[in-house]
Structures are given as C-alpha cells and as structure tokens.
C-alpha cells in the first residue's frame, strides 16, 4: 500500500531530473484540483513547477489527451492513459522519442458519483494518504470511505494497472483485475430491437451535448470534429434525440480498436451518462473479430488501418 | 400495412452494384421502384454518418452494396469497408436497429440477376420492419403529425 505522497515524491524527482537532463522541456501531470474530490492537470516547466505535482485516488483524467503535436514531453501515466500515449505514437501524433512516460501503477480510481451516493451531505475536504481509503471531512462530520466500494466501473475491471511500456514506474508494480466479461451486452442478444432501442434511448436521454466527453478523449485529436462540421451538417444543433444517439455511435465508431477504457469520457460527463456502453460493445467485437486490445506494443497496427482478405462477415451475402 | 411503400436509400459502388442495376434495367429485368440510389466511387467511400443521416432523414431502409471481395476496383477499398460494417452493423443491431432494415450485399456488375433478387428482397424485409419512425428525426415527425 504505497504511501501517495511517497508515489508524488518519485514523481516529482524523476520530473525535476527529466527537465534538468533537457530530456522533457515540460511535465504533464496533476496537481491538487481546486475543490475536493479533484485533481487537475498540470504542466511543469521548472523544477519548482515540479513541487506542485501530485497522486491521489482522484487522477482520472487522461493526459494522454495533451500529447498530439507536442515536443519533448513527459507524461505522468495510469495503465490506461499509458495504453493511449501508446496508441497516440501508434496512430502518428507524437514521435516514440519526443515522449517519455513516467508510468504510475494503479489501483484504480474513483468515481464521484459513488461518492456522492454514500456521502450526501456536502463535503469541503478530502484527506487522503493512500490508495486504499480516504477520509470525507463537512460541516461537524468525518467519514472514512474504502475505496474498493466507490471505484469506477472501468477500474473494477481494469486488467492493465500496470503501465508495463512506460520508461519508469513511480510505485511497485499491481497486479491487473478480472477483465470485463461483457456480459450485459452479450444480454442485449437476447433482447428484442425495441427494447435494446428503448435501453439506449434511456441511457442518453439527459445528454446536453456538450461534448465534454469528446474533449476529455484522448482518441479524439481531429481538428475538426464531425459534430462541428457544418458543409455538410451531420448533427443538427439542437438535442434532437436523434442527432443525440447519432453523435454517440459515431463517436463510439470513431473510438472503436482504439478506446483503453481509460473512462475519462464518463468522469467529465455533468450528467453521468455512461458513455462508454457504446464503446464496449464495439470492443466486444473487436476483441472476437480480431483478437486485438490498443496500447499494448509500441509497433501494433490499429485493426481500422489493415484487414485480412478472409475476415469473415456473415451478414454480407 | 399492405399498402406501405418503403423508401429505401441504397450506396452503390459505381463499378459493380451500380453496373448490375444498369445491366437488370436493360435486360428487362423488373425490381421494385422503391431505391433512391447514391452512386460510390468504391465501398470504401462509404462513412457510416451517411447511414445514419439517412436513417434521421426518414428512410426506411439502407441497403450498401459492393464488388465481390478481390475484385475493388481499388484493390482493397471493400477489405477496408467490409471491417468498418462489421463494427457499424453490430453497432446498430446492439442498440436496436431492426436486422432487416440494413442490408449489405456483393454484386458484381454481370449478376443482374442477383440484383434483381435481392431488390425484391431487401423490399420485402423492409416492409415488414413497418415505417422508420423509431429513428427519424423530431422534426420529420412532427410533419408526419401535421399531415396526418
Ligand atoms: S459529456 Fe455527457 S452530456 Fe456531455 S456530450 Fe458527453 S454524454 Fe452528453
Ligand atoms: S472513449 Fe472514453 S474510455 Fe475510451 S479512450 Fe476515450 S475517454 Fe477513454
Ligand atoms: S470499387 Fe467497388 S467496392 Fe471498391
């Protein structure tokens, strides 16, 4: 159970010394977020930059998003954004040498929501020393909060804790979860179209589209967004209910062979949507098809960019 | 519902499906009238937005068609698009597309005979679907309202 601020400690120096070495000219990584139950990201130019970085059981977003196009950067990384800094040189966003990833094995994050739920008097401060509990302080109470109970559904079944391809690891290595069996969405077979229809329907209905989780993506580097394309317009700009679902399977599309289910996308959602179910189902089969999961070599070719000439495809006759 | 006559928005490849409607069209070859057809260089032209924007817009079906696998006229356009429909058809099937309402299909420029059969049938699995009114948009149904 390694102490945070000894995980911030390793982070810190490896961040000062990369800088000093001239091999980063900048350091992507958290520092404490302005309210609790956040971290932020943060970039270090300098050593006292340096002192503000930190880990904690809230670094859930993925820095990964920050690389495409920069220079000589390294990169504070849990499996999962290690996986999409592996995909971002894969896919040709950044050179394998201008990066360097300080890996940092993970024991999964939390998701505020389950917080929320458990504690729901307001909260003004979190106090957290390791990575397996922290302490919710409010007006006259204090709750200590396991957090195996509150982790995200991605870090629960999480089987790459350990960035294994980063340069350096800031803590000892942790041993990867059961991977997800999908079974809900095996269960969607035996639904009828209405249903699965109405499912989804319902699981998207509050969406604003706002496209925070579009933002928050690492996968999503394009310039300029099909969302936002007007000549011509894909998506009409008012919540449409169609134009609604018609932005989460193609975005799901967009992201399908390369998602790490880093759940960045379901963090920033002001609304909670799990954005991710179309996500899954497409790493479903993907992962049937063609027996491929992103981020796991440096030389791996995306299952989108190549085929095989007897790829079977039944439902084409 | 006997009397309900599908719109059916259908991709064609230029070098093949759309040779194949042209060559049933000569031959005399009688199909069903009910194809709005969109001409592609190649499958791979095919982005899967186009499907949904036809689907938003009120069609009732979406048939995609293609050169046999080897024989793109771009080598390996339908290698590519045959594993983008993989992901796209099961995609759309999850989230509750009725199987019959997408078809995709391999035909080559001299089945006309081909062609003429799966016309008949992608009508006749369209029509048994009913109207497309789970996925057009608010608007198109509020003038299905008005003029009802
Ligand atoms: S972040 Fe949530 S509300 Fe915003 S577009 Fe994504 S799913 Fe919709
Ligand atoms: S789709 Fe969501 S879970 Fe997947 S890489 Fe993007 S932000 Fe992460
Ligand atoms: S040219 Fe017909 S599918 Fe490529």
Redesign the interface.
């Known amino acids: 159970m390694p102490a945070l601020e000894d995980v911030a400690k390793k982070i810190r120096e490896s961040a000062k010394r990369l800088l000093a070495e001239g091999r980063a000219e900048v350091v992507v990584g958290y520092r404490r977020g302005t309210i609790p139950l956040t971290t932020a990201p943060f970039f270090a130019r300098t050593a006292e930059e340096c002192d503000q970085l930190v880990w904690s059981n809230f670094a859930r977003i993925n820095l990964a998003n920050y690389l495409p196009g920069r220079k000589k950067v390294a990169l504070v990384a849990k499996g999962c954004d290690a996986r999409s800094a592996v995909g971002q040189v894969v896919e040709n966003q950044i050179p394998r040498d201008e990066l360097y990833v300080i890996g940092v094995p993970c024991t999964g994050m939390v998701d505020n929501a389950l917080v929320a739920a458990k504690e729901p008097r307001p909260i003004r401060e979190v106090v957290e020393t390791t990575d397996d509990s922290f302490t919710l302080k409010g007006e006259g109470y204090s709750v200590e909060v396991r957090k195996e109970e509150v982790l995200r559904r991605n870090c629960r079944t999480c089987a790459h804790r350990t960035p294994k391809l980063a340069d350096e690891l800031a803590a000892p290595e942790v041993p990867g979860a059961t991977p997800d069996d999908f079974a809900d969405?095996k269960a969607?077979a035996s639904k009828t179209?209405?249903?699965?229809?109405?499912?989804?329907k319902d699981l998207i209905k509050d969406c604003l589209r706002c496209y925070a989780c579009r933002n928050a993506c690492p996968l999503c580097y394009c310039p300029i967004c099909?969302v936002d394309e007007t000549r011509p317009q894909?998506l009409?700009k008012s919540n449409?209910?169609?134009?609604t679902?018609?932005f989460h399977?193609?975005r799901?599309?967009h992201c399908?062979g390369r998602c790490t289910s880093c759940g960045a996308c379901e963090t920033v959602c002001p609304v909670n949507i799990k954005v991710r179910e179309?996500n899954r189902?497409?790493e479903l089969?993907?992962q049937k098809?063609w027996q491929y999961e992103p981020g796991l070599s440096w030389d791996q070719k995306p299952?989108?960019t190549m085929?095989?000439?007897d790829?079977a495809?039944e439902?084409?006759? | 519902m006997s009397d309900f006559e599908p719109k059916i928005v259908a991709f064609f490849c230029n070098w093949c499906t759309y040779g194949a409607a042209d060559l049933a069209g000569v031959s005399r070859l009688e199909y069903p009238p009910n194809f709005r057809v969109v001409r592609l260089p190649c499958t791979g032209r095919l982005n899967?937005?186009f499907i949904?924007?036809a689907?938003?817009r009120g069609a009732d079906g979406v048939w995609v068609s293609g050169c046999h696998?080897?024989d793109c006229h771009y080598i390996?356009g339908n290698?590519?698009a045959?594993?983008?429909?993989?992901?796209?058809?099961?995609?759309?099937?999850?989230?509750?597309?009725?199987?019959d309402r997408l078809r995709?299909?391999?035909i080559s420029s001299a089945e006309a005979n081909k062609f003429q059969a799966?016309a008949r049938d992608v009508v006749e699995h369209v029509k048994a679907c009913g109207p497309n009114l789970?996925?057009?948009?608010?608007?198109l149904k509020l003038g299905l309202a008005e003029v009802a």
Do not use: C, N
């Not at chain 2, 045959?82 to 199987?99: A, D, T, W």
């Not at chain 2, 789970?134 to 608007?139: D, L, N, P, S, V």
């Open positions: 969405i969607l179209p209405a249903e699965r229809l109405a499912h989804f099909f894909w009409g449409d209910p169609m134009d679902l018609t399977l193609l799901g599309l399908s179309f189902i497409l089969t993907v098809e299952p989108l085929f095989q000439t790829d495809a439902f084409i006759k | 899967p937005k949904m924007e689907f938003k696998p080897g390996a290698y590519h045959r594993r983008k429909f993989i992901l796209l058809h099961q995609l759309l099937e999850s989230i509750g597309v009725e199987p995709f299909s391999w799966i789970a996925f057009r948009k608010e608007e």
